[in-house]
């Protein structure tokens, strides 16, 4: 019996070893994964910033082309 309970032991022993492990794994995993989605927020932010920008500026663009075109079809009359 005595020996039964020692082989038990040592099983629950190896099972908790590997139990350890996964938890270790699986925590590494969520830190990356958090870690992941908010680097990923800051990227969409950044290129919304960016995309607002780029709008910003064809509309300038825009303008001065007819600010330009403006002056010089003014200049032909």
């Not at 005595?2 to 099972?15: T, W």
């Given at each position: 019996m005595?020996?039964?309970?020692?082989?038990?032991?040592?099983?629950?022993?190896?099972?908790q070893?590997?139990?350890?492990?996964?938890?270790?794994?699986m925590k590494?995993l969520?830190?990356?994964?958090?870690?992941?989605?908010?680097?990923?927020?800051?990227?969409?932010?950044?290129?919304?910033?960016?995309m607002?920008?780029?709008?910003?500026?064809?509309?300038?663009?825009?303008?001065?082309?007819?600010?330009?075109t403006?002056f010089?079809?003014?200049g032909?009359?």
């Open positions: 005595d020996r039964d309970m020692k082989k038990i032991l040592e099983v629950l022993s190896e099972q070893k590997t139990l350890s492990k996964l938890e270790i794994s590494m969520s830190e990356a994964s958090l870690s992941f989605a908010t680097n990923q927020q800051t990227v969409n932010k950044s290129m919304k910033d960016g607002v920008g780029l709008k910003d500026g064809i509309k300038d663009l825009f303008f001065s082309i007819q600010q330009i403006s010089i079809t003014r032909k009359n």
